[in-house]
């Protein structure tokens, strides 16, 4: 790799959806990223146990595992994080096979307002992941709650005026109108809806107004990198021991911005798109990087 076009030291280098467990490489996987040149993460939480949540009290477990690893990462490292709450989607699947699926539903808007007290709190910047599962639910009955609880979840978003980072399958021109119309008819913005997991480059003029967090594979962000935003990158690392730098690794985000300045130093300035533009029109606010910041 050519170093003869290094990165604006006042860039913040961001992965917009990564998620880390006590169990797995933890701190560590957020200092490599730091290494490569990373200086902010939002941090989705996750199940942390082997089984899917069955109480509220599961939940605010899960969710203060997530805001220790936040405040470690931060104090440790230097490294910003961003927390992002909500009970997952495909957890109805597995609760409902517990305690059935009313407890289960009942349990998935506990869990969505657990997640906006945090919210208001300022101890999480966005609800997610929210939406429905991303593979087809066959029982009527599921699906239907799944899709009433995808609603009640916009609804949320829209009360506590945050961002809402959407779980689903992968979208066609005609299912980004679907999630923009969805927003919609709960009073949410689509400008404050993201798809995440976003895997092929959608041109603004078929996304409805939804920022796309692309996974950060090279000819996506390649393919992605003329168009307006807003969108973002990110790996979606799921720091399992079991699937190791699935599904990408932590690393991938600042390489890819060395990649960009390296071989596309024309387009050095196109990364204030993924990491300060859109999150200033998606979350109201930027991360910084301070004189002599996180970055080595
Ligand atoms: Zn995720």
Not at 73 to 88: D, H, R
Request: contains cysteine; hydrophobic residues 40%.
């Amino acid at each position: 790799m050519r170093a003869d076009q290094p990165l604006p030291p006042d860039l913040p280098i961001v992965d917009h959806h990564c998620h880390l467990a006590p169990s797995g490489e933890g701190v560590a996987a957020a200092r490599r990223f730091r290494e490569a040149g990373g200086t902010h993460l939002f941090l989705a939480t996750q199940n942390y146990e082997p089984r899917a949540p069955r109480t509220v009290d599961d939940y605010r477990r899960q969710f203060e595992t997530t805001a220790q690893l936040a405040h470690r990462i931060e104090s440790e490292l230097g490294v910003g994080v961003y927390c992002v709450l909500a009970p997952y989607p495909v957890d109805l699947v597995h609760a409902a096979a517990s305690i059935g699926l009313a407890a289960a539903a009942s349990l998935q808007e506990e869990a969505l307002d657990l997640a906006v007290a945090w919210i208001r709190d300022r101890r999480a910047v966005a609800l997610g992941e929210v939406g429905r599962p991303h593979f087809p639910v066959e029982d009527p009955a599921l699906r239907a709650e799944s899709e009433r609880l995808f609603d009640a979840a916009f609804a949320r978003a829209r009360d506590a005026d945050c961002p809402a980072i959407v779980h689903c399958e992968d979208l066609t021109e005609e299912g980004y109108r679907s999630l923009a119309d969805r927003a919609r008819r709960q009073g949410l913005r689509p400008e404050r809806v993201v798809k995440h997991y976003a895997r092929a480059r959608v041109p603004p003029a078929r996304a409805s107004e939804i920022p796309r967090s692309y996974l950060a594979k090279r000819e996506v962000v390649i393919d992605a990198l003329p168009d307006d935003g807003p969108w973002f990158w990110e790996t979606d690392f799921l720091d399992d021991s079991r699937r190791p730098g699935a599904v990408l690794d932590l690393e991938t985000v600042p390489r890819r911005a060395r990649w960009i300045a390296s071989h596309r130093p024309e387009s050095i300035e196109r990364l204030r798109i993924p990491f300060e533009e859109s999150i200033r029109r998606t979350y109201g606010w930027v991360p910084t990087v301070p004189p002599g910041g996180p970055r080595p």
